[in-house]
């Protein structure tokens, strides 16, 4: 009890009357004013992680606010749900409010912080980059070949483009998108001062970033998409394109390992594991970003930020691409078109990479910190002891 | 020709809706608001008072009839029937597998409300959720849905629907459910209802509305004007304090103001007038609102200090702050000396003994009228809060009587094809006072009783026409 005390005092000594702090953007403040709102109300605590996390709170400072929008999945579930929502004065909009703070954070927390500023300048960001790469990779391919379409050359790609230059190139830019990324997440986690991650709620974290546990809807039948009905194609979209991005991922890992480990370069057997992987990866990371986009073209107009449709169409755009170019060299792998779809592909994939740490890829990565943020959180007891009817 | 045409779109006509369709019978169901306002009452609720023998999915223990009974029958003070609210009792321990099927998720007791685990079963995402999931039901079962609809009137024949009125439109039907909702929203019957005080003042004009503004009672009215039976009277209601700077309409549950018992609540003279101690906040609030309509100027004001601060609710609004209590005083517009005083006089009568908001513990006063007789802690610890409290309407009492079948009644005989659920016969099981989570109770209950009988009312009159 005695320790009680000591956190009521603690509590007491918030104050409720000004706001929690004068450096809140527009955007922070909204949160702030809608999770004041939701949470004497509550209703919508069985549907997700933020309304549990937010009743640990009694105000939101900065970190909060950057915290829950990240903890926040944009189900919707509680947009629908809330007896408070537009056309009601209160105005509330929670997962808008989340989303908009949502895509701030990614240029506050961005490394090197310069580069934030793309992440609102998502559509030129993708355009620049994808027109890059593919200029990069079609010049290398005139390089070496003096012009695009020629003999086949079963399926030896690095006929066009030395291994040791794509290794050099990719693990580059992929190794700065990590580097980028990872600063990033770690200037993010530290903000919220998230405590000590024990093992049971790494294992949690990790479960509900795998399984996407707060798209299910908090009773299985998913999350809202166009209107009030719930489905779970959004969840299942994700996991085709995240799964389908692994195996593409793996196919890749495993190639290399091939070549500097067993001595066996490309090309390999449509029966070989990174073929296998690639191929299958390659289909999901059809199916999943088709799915999401015909969904966020759906989706309904109140649910989420507007401006930053475009970041989210721009690299599912980019995903779609990864998959049809990657599946077409394999299917023209022993033709002559061979070079161009390779060039093609290997520019898509390069406009990828470049934008992982500057687009919508940083979701997925900043969701995961907050899921380990409430994993622990959860565990550590709630000071606040509220009682009301 | 519609079988069934249901009046309202609230919890209590989809459930009448949804029964009838079940049966076969083809439906119509005409919601008074838009789309975006549809539901009534129904999008503000969250629970589900249930019985039960036994821990149920969501609900720890039990919860038997008997007890279930003896506290309705205690908030009431008698003013129940017997029968009708058993019924109810009973219905609410079976109904919410139907209720799961038409799209209702349910989940454990809110944070905050955790003394409801036993009784209340939660709608996950609150009323609204559930009334999306009637609709979505609805319209996949082929109910015919029309929003922006309100009934004017109805054409009866000797105690026998024949059709609904909405302006120049006529719309016959075999049968009829009645469920649109108390009067609450109609000012002017509210104000008539609760008449003038001794001191000259409307009381009702001071009240806010802590659910839709639809309920305009025009239906209910129409009724007891036609000679239809009712039950309840008007100035009886579900009435809560709420923050004075609630809307007023819709401010729903997080109006709500729950620092009552932890520090001390004046009138505007800087008076007490009640024992802010007398039982668990969650016995009283809903005593709360009489009592602060029954003030001057209807007007109340909870005041806690620095110490109550982390134990109660978040409100919606922030408290009014100071650090001492005269400016407290001077920021709620109350008198100075008399406040400081009234706080003085309470704070020098505290007895405080081991403090304990979970119990009905030993702090109490002495020697002071009215006594705070648990939890008087003295207001001594800056800074400190006040907020000014309003009466809320949630909903009226006044009502249809009916029977088990609920059978709208004229001069004692029941109708053989008109029904009437939810709020605008509540008061038949509901005279006074309040239980938390009953509301749904009775309008689950009755819709589907009044949705069943409906259709079959229906295939009887079609055999009459038939014939």
Redo the contacts between chains.
Sequence with gaps: MKQLDVLIREAGRFDLATPASTTLTDNEAEVGRVMQICNACRYCEGFCAVFPAMTHRIEFEKADIHYLANLCHNCGACLHACQYAPPHEFAVNVPQAMAKVRGQTYSDYAWPPALGALYRRSGLTVALALAGGLALFLMLLLGTRAELLGQPLGGDFYAFFPHNTLALLFGAVFGFAVLALGVGVSRFWRSITPGEATGPAVAEATHDVLRLKYLDGGHGEGCNNADDAFTLWRRRFHHFTFYGFLACFAATAVATLYHYLLGMPAPYALTSLPVLLGSIGGVGLLIGPAGLLWLNLRRHPAQGDAAQKPMDRGFIALLLLTSATGLAVLAGRNSGAMGVLLAAHLGVVMALFATLPYGKFAHGIYRSAALLKWAIEKRQPNRLSLGSD | MFDVVVIGGGNAALCAALMARETGASVLLLEAAPR??RGGNS??T?NLRCMHDAPQDVLVEAYPEEEYWQDLLRVTGGLTDEALARLVIQASSHCRDWMRRHGV?F?PS????L??ARTNA????????LV?AYY?SAERLGVQIRYDAAVDALELEDGRFVAVRLGEERIPARACVLAAGGFESNREWLREAWGQNDNGEWPADNFLIRGTRFNQGTLLKFMIDAGADTVGEPSQSHCVAIDARA?LY?G?????V?CVSLGIVLNRHAERFYDEGEDF??KR?AIWGRLVARQPGQIGYSIID??A????????F????ADTLPELARRLGLDEAAFVRTVADYNAACRVGRFN??VLDDCHTTGLTPAKTHWARPLD?P?F?GYALRPGITFTYLGLKVDAHAAVHFGGRPSPNLFVAGEMMAGNVLGQGYL?GIGMSIGTAFGRIAGTHAAQAARQGTHHEAA
């Design positions: 975006a306002w999008q503000h969250r998720h989940q809110l944070s905050g409300a003394h409801t939660f709608f996950m995402g609150g009323g609204k959720a999306n979505r809307p819709d729903g549950i997080c109006t709500r729950d906040w969650p609030y620095a110490k601060i982390g134990r109660f609710m978040p409100p919606v922030p408290g009014v702050k908001h979970t610890t800074p809060y938390a």
